[in-house]
């Protein structure tokens, strides 16, 4: 299964060389929730910058038991910004597919879910958590959810 590529539905952010895929329906916040993680400093719960991997499509390709997330060439480095149109964003050209942050509404997410959400993509389980995406606190608890993938030596000084 090596090799292997998809191209999904969604947009892609990385902390340190770690990313999550932000899933929903079309209209329903994936961007606008990209571009509130890209503008929040680092802080002692977000150890490092927030990067751009993709917006609206995302290609994973898999090596070994690993994901790999990396823009379209087409649309690389380019975030859509509702009511300004397409923009040039700084962007990484790619990171490892860790998390998936799956957009809903406030009533259908359980405050303590038991088990764990996850999901399969290309045959390898990833951990989900459910954002409803326009409230204030989303960006801040998908980026504290990727922060806790990041391994120690990627955040020391």
Known sequence: MDDAVENLHGTAIALGSNAAIIRGAPGSGKSDLALRCLAIAPTAL?????????????????RGEHLLAHAPATIRGKLEVR????????????????????????DAIAR????????????????VIHLAPFEASAPIKLLVALAQTIPASQTAD
């Open 46 to 62: 977000i150890p490092c910058p927030t990067q751009l991997v993709a917006d609206d499509r995302v290609e994973i390709a898999r």
């Open 83 to 106: 009511g300004s149109g397409v923009v040039n964003v700084a962007y990484v050209t790619g990171a490892e597919l860790v998390l998936v942050a799956e957009l809903t509404t406030p």
């Open 112 to 127: 303590l879910p038991d088990p764990a959400p996850s999901t399969e993509i290309m045959g390898i389980r990833l951990p």
